[in-house]
């Protein structure tokens, strides 16, 4: 692994000079000191496209929310834990030529969170979480100005149902360049598993991918990254 | 460590005989198919106890709920999601000398759960998360009745203010023998870290140990288990 890493630090890629940000896993919104709201992305598809892209000789930062795979080797990888930190982790690294945003970020964090546990207190009622939207880091990035802008802003929807209707609705309305959409329903195993089926939409329309692994999908996206960049 | 596992089959220590079943890690609640509760407790303590019990030639079941650390050897391992998955394996596990419930355990589960993922809809206001309490799992076993009730019952309070009081007063309510207490705010670093300051209050007082590492409390914690089994 230490050897990949020089090899694809002193590679000669076609990605060689181009800066990528990648941003993989869940985030968590803090109910209280101890618990927390997630999810079950585990990080693998982000972090295979931010190695991916590394050994196609890019300059990549992967922006990590809190997950068990080991960290990749060959890149910088930051640590955020919710979605706010992980938005001001991207900012901070723009610009950018390519930013990847593969993190199942939370859609709202927690508006009533508490300083100290929640105790269950007899007869009392239950608490209700109140939730507030968070801010949208893929809507940001391809929203943002000028030199901020980056070259190619790739999103990801992660659906249950209606996979290419929300996927054709969230590339109109985020303002980015592709949506890579993937059914993550319980039975498909997409979520914690190694197999991924996805669609990569952009305005020229849909190319649909068969069944395949992550790794062999963060290949192909970093591929297809390189050509639209004009690398490849 | 397939050494020791075959070491501690083959043992003749004190808790030969002794049936033990310890709970681990933290509970998920289901907030939607890819969204969920939880909190930040690591397993390490949990795991060390159940490790220690195994070492002392008890026969141990873990039930676990979704931790990143490895699977202890030499025991039996349940792996559940939920607080009722975690009832329900503690429960039909049962007759048992001694259950240890040292799982950080969701109070509430999520009365509003959805079966598809909750879009987030422009305009709309953010959903509120209504909770509901979960069985308790320390209490129904300590209330369990005739040869369902342990010889020894054993849980945990994880704390991040008022430390003694809100244990004391757990120990009164649930009718468990023991509870073990810490603290586990921010600054501590008891949640994922791998020391652990407790206090070990019974019907006789408050035993205080010094700081000292998660491993090193499970030993002493299974010595004092074999004590009062009169079997050390």
Same mark, same amino acid.
């Given at each position: 692994?230490i050897?990949?890493?020089?090899?694809?630090?002193?590679?000669?890629?076609?990605?060689?000079g181009?800066?990528?940000?990648?941003?993989?896993?869940?985030?968590?919104?803090?109910?209280?000191?101890?618990?927390?709201?997630?999810?079950?992305?585990?990080?693998k598809?982000?972090?295979?496209?931010?190695s991916?892209?590394?050994?196609?000789?890019?300059?990549?930062?992967?922006?990590?929310?809190?997950?068990?795979?080991?960290?990749?080797?060959?890149?910088?990888?930051?640590?955020?834990?919710?979605?706010?930190?992980?938005?001001?982790?991207?900012?901070?690294? #723009?610009?950018?030529?390519? !930013?990847?945003?593969?993190? =199942?970020?939370?859609?709202w964090? &927690? /508006?009533?969170?508490?300083? +100290?546990k929640?105790k269950?207190?007899?007869?009392d009622?239950?608490p209700?979480?109140?939730?507030?939207p968070?801010?949208?880091?893929?809507?940001?990035?391809?929203?943002?100005?000028?030199?901020?802008?980056?070259?190619l802003v790739?999103?990801?929807?992660?659906?249950?149902e209606?996979?290419?209707?929300?996927?054709?609705?969230?590339?109109?309305?985020?303002?980015?360049?592709w949506?890579?959409?993937?059914?993550?329903?319980?039975?498909?195993?997409?979520?914690?598993?190694?197999?991924?089926?996805?669609?990569? #939409?952009?305005?020229?329309? !849909?190319?649909?991918?068969? =069944?395949?692994?992550?790794?062999? &999908? /963060?290949?192909?996206?970093? +591929?297809?990254?390189?050509?639209?960049?004009?690398?490849?």
């Amino acid at each position: 692994e230490i050897l990949a890493a020089i090899e694809s630090q002193l590679s000669d890629g076609p990605l060689k000079g181009v800066k990528a940000i990648v941003t993989s896993g869940p985030t968590r919104e803090a109910i209280d000191p101890v618990r927390f709201i997630a999810n079950r992305s585990s990080g693998k598809q982000g972090h295979a496209i931010a190695s991916a892209l590394a050994a196609l000789g890019a300059e990549v930062t992967l922006v990590s929310g809190p997950v068990s795979i080991p960290d990749p080797t060959g890149l910088a990888v930051v640590k955020v834990e919710s979605a706010v930190q992980m938005l001001n982790a991207v900012r901070s690294r #723009l610009p950018a030529h390519v !930013v990847v945003c593969a993190a =199942a970020v939370a859609d709202w964090t &927690v /508006a009533n969170r508490a300083t +100290e546990k929640r105790k269950k207190k007899v007869g009392d009622p239950p608490p209700t979480i109140e939730l507030t939207p968070n801010p949208d880091i893929l809507m940001t990035v391809s929203k943002a100005e000028g030199p901020l802008r980056p070259t190619l802003v790739v999103g990801f929807a992660a659906e249950t149902e209606k996979l290419m209707e929300h996927a054709a609705d969230k590339l109109a309305r985020k303002g980015c360049d592709w949506i890579v959409a993937n059914d993550v329903s319980e039975g498909t195993g997409t979520f914690g598993g190694d197999a991924n089926t996805v669609h990569v #939409l952009d305005s020229d329309g !849909v190319e649909s991918w068969p =069944a395949m692994g992550k790794e062999e &999908v /963060a290949r192909k996206l970093a +591929e297809r990254i390189a050509k639209a960049l004009g690398k490849a």
